[in-house]
């Protein structure tokens, strides 16, 4: 469903009265306002939810530069980022593919122990760690020279909805989520119990299935369950 499928549902599951609306763009009506508003608040809320959903991972390269340890989100090429994985880097040189390694995450202590002391600040050679800095940078070490091109995922900031067509990125069968979330915003501000622990309900219902199928895979002692 998209943003004004979505109004017109949660109107509908909240008994509110009245034709749906034809477009929530520019919209004069405090009610359609309201409706959008909450609807709005919902996907907004799942999204912060977790930093980890599969929908909103994404993927990024870069090109190292000589001398240069420390890439800003944007440098990494990466205009929606909101956190970065841990362990999904890769590192290969103008050989291509064939050369490609993977970087070895460590904490930012001893990234930067090792790294970013004595002579080890100067000393230019193939990247094989990675480290995420306090301001959320990417860290590689030892420093390298040019002609490496880092890849690795990353999970992208949360959407907002505002145009009619505008499409929550979470898998489709699970937008009813968005609605029953709305509808616990709906029945707290309007004074409507039963229209809450609908919501309620159903909301938590699927949210257990959207957890079960939008999350990494866990793994016990190197096996994922």
Not at 145 to 158: M, S
Request: hydrophobic share 35%; with cysteine.
């Amino acid at each position: 469903m998209n943003y004004l499928q979505l109004v017109a549902r949660l109107k509908r599951k909240c008994r509110v009265t009245g034709a749906a609306p034809a477009s929530i763009e520019n919209a004069t009506s405090e009610e359609v306002n309201r409706l959008k508003d909450w609807i709005n608040e919902a996907w907004m809320d799942i999204q912060e939810t977790r930093q980890d959903w599969d929908w909103m991972r994404g993927s990024c390269s870069f090109a190292t530069v000589a001398g240069q340890a420390i890439y800003t989100p944007t440098e990494a090429g990466v205009t929606d980022f909101g956190n970065w994985t841990r362990h999904t880097w890769r590192i290969y040189t103008t050989a291509g593919m064939p050369s490609e390694q993977f970087l070895i995450y460590r904490s930012y202590e001893s990234w930067r122990n090792l790294y970013q002391f004595g002579s080890m600040r100067t000393s230019q050679t193939q990247p094989v760690d990675l480290t995420i800095t306090a301001d959320k940078s990417i860290g590689i070490g030892p420093i390298p020279t040019a002609g490496y091109t880092v890849i690795g995922d990353y999970f992208k900031l949360p959407t907002e909805l505002s145009l009619n067509a505008d499409t929550p990125a979470m898998p489709s069968r699970f937008h009813m989520l968005i609605v029953y979330r709305a509808m616990m915003f709906y029945g707290v501000s309007e004074a409507a119990p039963e229209v809450y622990e609908e919501g309620k309900t159903e909301f938590n219902r699927m949210m257990s299935r959207v957890t079960e199928n939008n999350l990494p895979e866990l793994m016990v002692t190197g096996e994922f369950v």
